[in-house]
Nanobody, 116 residues
């Protein structure tokens, strides 16, 4: 079993920054992909950013150049640095982990609200 706990959400003005953190525990294994999804009111959950165990990253076009994801394998933690935030970034952000041997897991979500 895997548990993911996010933190760092909140309210910020447009143009501001926030940093999300997600700590993983349980049967994580070292070969995995971690990342972030988000879901705005009335919309489907969408991928935001991913980082793989080798360090490769991938971003949604809407956040490229503004968001950066990183991981600290020693702490089993993944981060999402969000800069130049826009009102359309407002959503619940979910941490995600997929293991190479199978199994995908989600955190409980953290609210990010960007005011105009």
């Amino acid at each position: 079993q895997v548990q993911l706990v996010e933190s760092g959400g909140g309210l910020v003005q447009a143009g501001g920054s926030l940093r999300l953190s997600c700590v993983a525990s349980g049967s994580i294994l070292t070969d995995n992909a971690m990342g972030w999804y988000r879901q705005a009111p009335g919309k489907q959950r969408e991928p935001v950013a991913f980082i793989f165990s080798g360090g490769r990253t991938d971003y949604a076009d809407s956040v490229k150049g503004r968001f950066t994801t990183s991981r600290d394998n020693a702490k089993n933690t993944v981060y999402l640095q969000m800069n130049s935030l826009k009102p359309e970034d407002t959503a619940v952000y979910y941490c995600y982990l997929a293991r190479s041997i199978g199994g995908a897991y989600w955190g409980q979500g953290t609210q990010v609200t960007v005011s105009s």
